[in-house]
């Protein structure tokens, strides 16, 4: 078992910037993590994932690319999203979750463990 927990979500203005964080605990082994975010009336949408394994190979939606960076920190167990020059349009709920897949098709990502979310309002 995992237990995902997100933190770091606010009210922010556009332009403006955040970073979540997202601290993974338990023993299961997984390759992937990736950050998810829904919108009020829209379906959840993958934003950005990471290979933990591997490459370490990241993968980010084609709305946020230049603006958003996930990282990782291996002793803290923890993984982060930087964003930059947030829009209102990047108004959600953000979620992060692991052990699914992480290719270049965010419309096909699957994870089996999530946290609860936390999240990110971008307003003037």
């Known amino acids: 078992q995992l237990q995902l927990v997100e933190s770091g979500g606010g009210l922010v203005q556009p332009g403006g910037s955040l970073r979540l964080s997202c601290v993974v605990h338990?023993?299961?082994?997984?390759?992937?993590i990736g950050w998810f975010r829904q919108a009020p009336g829209k379906e959840r949408e993958g934003v950005s994932c990471?290979?933990?394994?591997?490459?370490?190979?990241?993968n980010y939606a084609d709305s946020v690319k230049g603006r958003f960076t996930i990282s990782r920190d291996n002793a803290k167990n923890t993984v982060y999203l930087q964003m930059t020059n947030l829009k209102p349009e990047d108004t959600a709920i953000y979620s992060c979750?692991?052990?699914?897949?992480?290719?270049?098709?965010?419309?096909?990502?699957?994870?089996?463990?999530w946290g609860q979310g936390t999240q990110v309002t971008v307003s003037s």
């Open positions: 990471m290979q933990t394994t591997t490459n370490g190979r990241t």
């Open positions: 979750a692991a052990r699914g897949d992480c290719s270049p098709y965010p419309s096909a990502w699957w994870y089996d463990y």
């Open positions: 338990g023993g299961t082994p997984y390759h992937a």
